[in-house]
């Protein structure tokens, strides 16, 4: 499928891109194969493939441990804030 100008008009409108009348012919261009390409996979066979967890068959993931690795340093900040309520910081209003 190629995009035309007026595809490419559309697109970069929706996306409030703002594309000159000299850059337009390379994007369609490149929007246009981007589009060949995405077909072209959609058209491999596929049928009777497994989806892989991982790529090297028989590899896992090692995952670290869920743990807390840092100290709670929470009080000890607050204490520098010029203002603070419910353990949290107040600042001065901005919009009224």
Known sequence: MTLKRQDVEKI???ARLSISDTEMPAYV???SR???FVD???RAPTEGV???AHPLDGQRQRLRPD???EADHHDKYQ???PSVQAGLYLVPRVIE
């Open 12 to 14: 970069a409108h929706l």
């Open 29 to 31: 261009s490149s929007l």
């Open 34 to 36: 981007i589009v060949e």
């Open 40 to 42: 072209a996979l959609s």
């Open 50 to 52: 497994e989806p892989m």
């Open 67 to 69: 743990a807390v690795t």
């Open 79 to 81: 204490r520098n804030a």
